[in-house]
């Protein structure tokens, strides 16, 4: 049972990272898509930064304020998510709840990643010698603890009621 | 035991994160000798392929020096914190903080992940000598270097890898090869598998339990 639900796990997993680690053409459809995506992450940022900051302003994928930071590919925790949505979609549990679950845990984890990146935006503001750290050491870190805690608590959810478990 | 395993972890993750003065020296050193056994051989005289450590500050840094077949050369910055560090501490976080119940699995895990996980992020030094570059020294089928490509992509260069890609060895190894150490963190899902019971008789045949007849009575069987 176990086993089996790593494999599901790996195989979900894998499909999932490989859709997005991709080389896709450089002009292509799917990198306009995960171009507009990126558009989007940043104004999501930009609201959000301008609760602090009003003179925060967003061109395209890059927030500009006080310092800029541009939203690329790798910002968008893709990996939290990735290994997320491939624990819960492998879970043992009806498919409405595991749909469910996934799209309330993305949710979350989006406006984590959200609150990430503005906390960069300060960092490269206030202390910008130490945004390596927080950037690629610690936030790395929090993000997957974040993905591992939400599956956690969607392992309550998805067990919950009678378990009449699909296969 | 659950909670006990977070301190713990919790602990040694911040105690391998802290740039302890002459670590990242001696992280550069062993790396680079231990790199230099796996790497060397992919390059063939006169190409070569050496590291060495950046300096005689206390830098996490090596410097990679690639020279191709005819005579090209150039050296490159390679972050050793990033990975393999960082990763290889995590490991050794989560080797270390369950409870020691057998030492022969638990050291078998460990080396392996320790010697495993930095290969994982050498795929980064494959990928840069078999790519269409001046230092190319691979000449990798196109369907390979792409399925490199994928899996450094995926496995190495996601900031977050750093950290799921050891706890992930980590479960595996241990699932693997020393379960006794996974009943100190199992969630939910996992328990019943590893549950100090399974782990006493790991092959159980389930068998409905005897009927017991505590007061001594006879049933009557009915009939119909």
Not at chain 2, 194 to 219: D, Q
Request: some cysteine; proline content about 7%.
């Amino acid at each position: 049972m176990v086993a089996r639900n790593a494999f599901r796990f790996a195989l979900i997993s894998g499909v999932l990272f490989g859709l997005y680690s991709f080389p896709y053409a450089e002009n292509g459809l799917s990198e306009g898509w995960i171009q507009q995506y990126l558009n989007g992450y940043a104004h999501c940022v930009g609201a959000y930064l301008r609760l602090f900051e009003s003179s925060v302003s967003v061109h395209g994928n890059t927030v500009i304020g006080t310092a800029s930071i541009q939203i690329v590919k790798s910002c968008d925790a893709m990996e939290a998510v990735i290994l997320f949505a491939a624990a819960v979609l492998a879970f043992p549990a009806p498919i409405v709840r595991k749909l469910t679950a996934l799209v309330a845990g993305v949710a979350a984890i989006t406006c984590v990643n959200v609150i990430r990146i503005s906390s960069l935006y300060f960092v490269l503001v206030d202390r910008p010698q130490t945004f390596e750290f927080w950037h690629l050491e610690l936030w790395p870190l929090l993000m997957i603890v974040t993905s591992l805690v939400l599956f956690l608590l969607g392992t309550r959810f998805l067990l919950r009621g009678p378990l009449e478990l699909s296969r | 035991v659950r909670a006990r395993f977070l301190l713990r972890l919790f602990v040694l993750i911040v105690l391998g994160w802290v740039p302890w003065p002459g670590l990242g020296n001696l992280v550069g050193r062993v790396f680079s000798a231990f790199a230099n056994v796996v790497a060397g051989p992919l390059a063939r005289y006169p190409a070569a392929i050496e590291f060495r450590p950046e300096g005689p500050g206390d830098s996490f840094n090596a410097i990679l020096s690639v020279t191709n077949r005819t005579g090209i050369y150039q050296e490159m910055l390679w972050d050793l914190r990033r990975a393999p560090y960082l990763p290889v501490a995590v490991f050794l976080a989560f080797s270390l903080a369950p409870p020691m119940r057998r030492l022969r699995p638990r050291l078998l895990v460990i080396a392996l992940g320790v010697l495993g996980l930095p290969l994982i992020s050498g795929l980064r030094l494959l990928l840069a000598i078999s790519s269409d570059s001046p230092i190319r020294l691979l000449e990798l089928p196109a369907s390979a270097e792409f399925l490199l490509t994928m899996a450094c992509r995926t496995l190495v260069l996601p900031p977050g890898m750093a950290y799921a890609l050891p706890a992930m060895t980590w479960l595996a190894l241990s699932w693997w090869l020393d379960r006794s150490a996974l009943s100190a963190v199992v969630p939910l899902a996992v328990e019943e598998a590893v549950s100090p019971a399974t782990l006493a008789e790991p092959v159980r045949t389930m068998r409905p339990a005897p009927r017991r007849n505590p007061g001594g009575r006879k049933t009557r069987r009915r009939t119909r």
